[in-house]
């Protein structure tokens, strides 16, 4: 019949013969069902290289289906658990870098308070910086610093690039001057003047705008923004 022999199956006196048209004649020494529809369901779950130019293709068939996807689904689930543990644990180291990173910018907020001067374009006098941040809540950390080493008489504003089409800032007011300006009066004011908007409280504000490009003109914005609040008095 010219049926292929295969030595690694052992063969009885009597041989089933599978014979799929003119593709494939072979002996056959495995399982047999009457009628392929016994089989049912059938799931390839792999394909591999056992030697040079052969291809191994693995598969279960009927209930193994079952087991094979229950298999699955217990795999599934010890995934889901380890990658919401990975998250959870990624959240906070990312926290505590935040915090360390934070702790380490403290010191350049105490030297940059101490760069408060007058000067000619505003009646109070003032420092303003573009600062390189990883968020808008990081700005407004940094704000607190500042503002915690302001000396009484001085005013602080911090600008940075938040997004690719945002900037945000933070104005921080020592409570002497309150009478004078507020620091949320001051945000509303600097917002205008980059098309955004600002507010808070009279010691700590913050706003913002999509002028990015202006970032570095917050000095001399600043600087307009006082004179803005303390002529509206």
């Given amino acids: 019949m010219g049926a292929l022999m295969f030595f690694g199956d052992k063969y009885g006196a009597r041989v089933n013969v599978v014979d799929f048209g003119p593709f494939s004649r072979e002996f056959c020494g495995g399982t047999h069902v009457a009628n392929t529809a016994e089989i049912g369901l059938f799931k390839f779950t792999s394909e591999s290289s056992i030697a040079s130019g052969v291809r191994r293709i693995e598969a279960v068939t009927g209930r193994g289906i079952e087991h094979w996807l229950l298999e699955q689904e217990r795999k599934h689930s010890e995934l889901s ?30 030297k940059l308070a101490s760069e408060v001067k007058i000067q000619q374009t505003s009646p109070i006098p003032f420092v303003a910086k573009v600062l390189t941040v990883a968020n808008a809540e990081e700005l407004r950390s940094l704000g607190d610093f500042l503002r915690d080493s302001l000396p009484q008489d001085g005013i602080g504003v911090l600008g940075a690039q938040v997004a690719p089409d945002k900037m945000a800032f933070v104005t921080a007011v020592p409570d002497k001057l309150f009478s004078t300006v507020k620091a949320g009066e001051l945000a509303k004011a600097l917002g205008s003047l980059y098309h955004g908007n600002g507010g808070g409280k009279p010691g700590l504000a913050q706003g913002g705008g999509s002028e990015v490009d202006k970032l570095k003109e917050l000095p001399s914005l600043t600087a307009s923004a006082i004179n803005m609040v303390v002529k509206s008095k």
Avoid at 87 to 109: A, G, I, P, V, Y
């Fill in 81 to 110: 658990r380890e990658f919401e543990s990975l998250q959870t644990e990624r959240q906070k180291l990312e926290k505590e870098l935040s915090k360390l990173r934070l702790e380490t910018r403290r010191d350049e907020m105490r």
